[in-house]
């Protein structure tokens, strides 16, 4: 086998690596190490092996309230905790080929002794608590790991550079930034050391500091150590390689941190042929990058290009999983959002009816994603009622009953929703509500809030078609609005936490301004009343 196989078969392994950031999916830092394997990781996704599969109920992974929102690029906290270097190496040793720079004995065997023991335990102690969330426990074992892997292995051991690196990362969560770096940079002095500065591991390790750059928004040592670590993979594996692509892809979101959204673009582009040519075009990983493509796209309002990548990741998904699959719905109502701002309604609105109907086939009748996906289809029938207003008055109105009905439907699933939030007992005695209950909470008031701000639109498009005088105030609408300021105040006052999240803010501001505009200088009062 040659060398550069037997370096990508290590490299497919290691799990000293640098765990895929800028997740388009919810990973939480109870993870295990992501493989730079695209098929690998596609994998977990698909089964959940280790525990990390993606909740397609979790309402963060796929509501889209105000047509597109903005990009927005959450750091992964995967952490990456090393692989046992002996094994890596006696795999490697199988091959002939000698990648291992483990300190040998007279026998020709790894070195084992008290100390090499007691690493092994104090590593798998500490990866175990780590992952039961007991961080200060896991810190002093991973702590005593690297001393104990000086002592056994010696001090410039590859081993102890997997134990600096455990326990970087757990500093990397507890957000001790300070106490890290020092860590991985030792970790990656120890590694060029053993295997030479070009060596495959040592671009892992280059990977996963930049990583912590990236966390710190330290954004031009983050492309730095990025492109460094690309430089050895493209030497080592060759270019084409889907480890390549990986770490292109992560120059490629530093760059769009940095404001060059052109050259991300370019870079991101690239990275995802490599994996179309290498066979990967469908997984999830290269699906994850065509979505991210694709807002990029959005946010500079080239609507036609967005499109097209949404039908390749809708066609993929048809495919692969069917249509009763949410992870088909969400590609489909994202296509339909980006058709609603293209105005091509007719398209947009048959694509939302499909997903309501699997919605209700695969969801709770009640779930918070069914009143999303109305809300949607009524500003779909508002769209239409303005092209029909002027040529046919009767098709108009009857598009706003069907705007106003989806409406009181998605205002009714998400004060249920609400509804039991109050209604749980706070043990503790604070304003917050957590995981998934607190996600669901704020995806619910955002769905509330903007329900009820359409709503007061729809009622001044009835009146408009019914030809009222301008003085007259439309109670209806009027009542929708205070409804609409009454709720997020009611959850200023009990669920504070709640209402910290901009999507939030930025309902409530439209629907204040809504109001200001209807009421006037009488707003105050009416609120005060209300």
């Given at each position: 086998?040659?060398?550069?196989?037997?370096?990508?078969?290590?490299?497919?392994?290691?799990?000293?690596?640098?765990?895929?950031?800028?997740?388009?999916?919810?990973?939480?830092?109870?993870?295990?190490?992501?493989?730079?394997?695209?098929?690998?990781?596609?994998?977990?996704?698909?089964?959940?092996?280790?525990?990390?599969?993606?909740?397609?109920?979790?309402?963060?992974?796929?509501?889209?309230?105000?047509?597109?929102?903005?990009?927005?690029?959450?750091?992964?906290?995967?952490?990456?905790?090393?692989?046992?270097?002996?094994?890596?190496?006696?795999?490697?040793?199988?091959?002939?080929?000698?990648?291992?720079?483990?300190?040998?004995?007279?026998?020709?065997?790894?070195?084992?002794?008290?100390?090499?023991?007691?690493?092994?335990?104090?590593?798998?102690?500490?990866?175990?608590?780590?992952?039961?969330?007991?961080?200060?426990?896991?810190?002093?074992?991973?702590?005593?790991?690297?001393?104990?892997?000086?002592?056994?292995?010696?001090?410039?051991?590859?081993?102890?550079?997997?134990?600096?690196?455990?326990?970087?990362?757990?500093?990397?969560?507890?957000?001790?930034?300070?106490?890290?770096?020092?860590?991985?940079?030792?970790?990656?002095?120890?590694?060029?050391?053993?295997?030479?500065?070009?060596?495959?591991?040592?671009?892992?390790?280059?990977?996963?500091?930049?990583?912590?750059?990236?966390?710190?928004?330290?954004?031009?040592?983050?492309?730095?150590?990025?492109?460094?670590?690309?430089?050895?993979?493209?030497?080592?594996l060759g270019y084409g390689h889907s480890e390549c692509s990986d770490t292109m892809y992560q120059i490629g979101m530093v760059l769009y941190l940095q404001g060059k959204e052109r050259d991300a673009e370019t870079i991101i582009k690239e990275s995802i042929s490599m994996l179309e040519t290498g066979g990967e075009g469908e997984s999830f990983v290269c699906i994850r990058r065509l979505r991210f493509l694709s807002q990029l796209y959005l946010k500079s309002n080239r609507l036609d290009e967005a499109e097209m990548i949404q039908r390749k990741i809708l066609n993929i998904m048809e495919l692969s999983k069917g249509w009763?699959?949410?992870?088909?719905?969400?590609?489909?109502?994202?296509?339909?959002?980006?058709?609603?701002?293209?105005?091509?309604?007719?398209?947009?609105?048959?694509?939302?009816?499909?997903?309501?109907?699997?919605?209700?086939?695969?969801?709770?009748?009640?779930?918070?994603?069914?009143?999303?996906?109305?809300?949607?289809?009524?500003?779909?029938?508002?769209?239409?009622?303005?092209?029909?207003?002027?040529?046919?008055?009767?098709?108009?109105?009857?598009?706003?009953?069907?705007?106003?009905?989806?409406?009181?439907?998605?205002?009714?699933?998400?004060?249920?929703?609400?509804?039991?939030?109050?209604?749980?007992?706070?043990?503790?005695?604070?304003?917050?509500?957590?995981?998934?209950?607190?996600?669901?909470?704020?995806?619910?008031?955002?769905?509330?809030?903007?329900?009820?701000?359409?709503?007061?639109?729809?009622?001044?498009?009835?009146?408009?078609?019914?030809?009222?005088?301008?003085?007259?105030?439309?109670?209806?609408?009027?009542?929708?609005?205070?409804?609409?300021?009454?709720?997020?105040?009611?959850?200023?006052?009990?669920?504070?936490?709640?209402?910290?999240?901009?999507?939030?803010?930025?309902?409530?501001?439209?629907?204040?301004?809504?109001?200001?505009?209807?009421?006037?200088?009488?707003?105050?009062?009416?609120?005060?009343?209300?």
């Open positions: 086998m040659s060398l550069r196989m037997a370096m990508a078969k290590l490299l497919k392994k290691l799990r000293f690596s640098a765990s895929h950031a800028f997740s388009s999916s919810t990973v939480t830092t109870n993870s295990l190490p992501v493989s730079f394997s695209g098929k690998r990781l596609s994998h977990w996704y698909q089964t959940g092996e280790y525990g990390w599969r993606a909740n397609l109920r979790d309402p963060c992974l796929w509501i889209v309230i105000s047509g597109h929102v903005v990009v927005t690029l959450g750091i992964s906290a995967n952490t990456a905790f090393a692989e046992d270097v002996t094994s890596e190496t006696s795999s490697a040793n199988s091959t002939g080929d000698d990648l291992t720079g483990l300190r040998k004995i007279e026998d020709g065997s790894v070195a084992s002794n008290i100390h090499t023991a007691k690493w092994r335990v104090f590593t798998d102690k500490g990866r175990e608590l780590f992952l039961q969330g007991k961080l200060d426990d896991a810190e002093r074992l991973f702590v005593a790991a690297i001393q104990e892997a000086k002592e056994g292995f010696g001090e410039q051991d590859p081993h102890v550079a997997s134990a600096c690196n455990n326990l970087a990362e757990l500093y990397r969560v507890k957000k001790a930034f300070d106490k890290a770096e020092p860590l991985y940079l030792e970790a990656i002095k120890i590694l060029e050391e053993s295997f030479g500065p070009d060596d495959v591991r040592v671009a892992v390790a280059v990977h996963n500091l930049g990583q912590f750059y990236v966390g710190q928004r330290m954004l031009e040592k983050a492309r730095v150590s990025y492109e460094r670590a690309l430089k050895i993979k493209r030497r080592v009763y699959s949410l992870d088909t719905v969400i590609a489909a109502e994202s296509l339909a959002l980006t058709l609603q701002k293209s105005s091509e309604t007719k398209q947009s609105k048959e694509l939302l009816e499909r997903c309501l109907d699997v919605r209700k086939a695969l969801l709770p009748c009640d779930h918070i994603q069914i009143g999303a996906n109305r809300l949607h289809l009524a500003r779909v029938a508002m769209l239409d009622c303005s092209q029909y207003k002027e040529s046919d008055v009767s098709r108009a109105k009857a598009e706003l009953v069907m705007a106003k009905d989806h409406l009181h439907n998605s205002i009714r699933i998400a004060r249920q929703c609400l509804d039991k939030v109050l209604k749980q007992k706070d043990k503790s005695k604070k304003n917050s509500v957590r995981g998934n209950s607190r996600k669901e909470s704020q995806a619910a008031l955002v769905i509330l809030l903007q329900s009820l701000s359409t709503l007061a639109s729809v009622e001044l498009a009835k009146q408009e078609l019914q030809k009222i005088q301008e003085g007259d105030i439309n109670l209806e609408a009027q009542e929708a609005l205070l409804q609409c300021i009454a709720a997020y105040n009611e959850f200023v006052i009990h669920k504070k936490s709640i209402v910290d999240s901009p999507e939030i803010k930025n309902a409530y501001l439209s629907c204040f301004k809504h109001a200001q505009t209807l009421l006037g200088n009488k707003l105050d009062e009416r609120v005060s009343k209300s």
